[in-house]
C-alpha cells in the first residue's frame, strides 16, 4: 500500500481525469458511428435531460424553503401560544 500524500492524490486525480477523458473519448466515437435517426433520437433524450434534471433540483430547493419558512412560522406561533 502506497503512503498517504498530496503526490499520491494528484496521481490519483490524473488517473481519474485520464479515464474520464478515454471515456469521453470512446462515446464520442460511438456517438460518430451512430446514423442520423438515432442521432436525432440521442440529442432529443440528451436535450430532454438537460432540461429536466436542473429543473428538478430547482424545485426541490425551493419546496424545500418554502417547507422551512411554513416551519419556522408555524414554531413561531406555537411559541407564542405557550407564552
Avoid at 43 to 71: E, G, N, R, S
Amino acid at each position: 500500500m502506497k503512503p498517504a500524500n498530496f503526490s499520491t492524490l494528484l496521481d490519483d486525480l490524473r488517473d481519474a481525469c485520464l479515464m474520464l477523458l478515454a471515456a469521453f473519448a470512446r462515446a464520442a466515437k460511438q456517438i460518430a458511428a451512430l446514423p442520423w435517426p438515432a442521432l436525432l433520437a440521442c440529442a432529443f433524450l440528451f436535450a430532454f435531460a438537460l432540461t429536466l434534471v436542473p429543473l428538478a433540483l430547482f424545485l426541490f430547493v425551493v419546496f424545500l424553503a418554502i417547507k422551512l419558512v411554513v416551519t419556522v412560522i408555524v414554531v413561531d406561533k406555537q411559541r407564542r401560544r405557550r407564552n
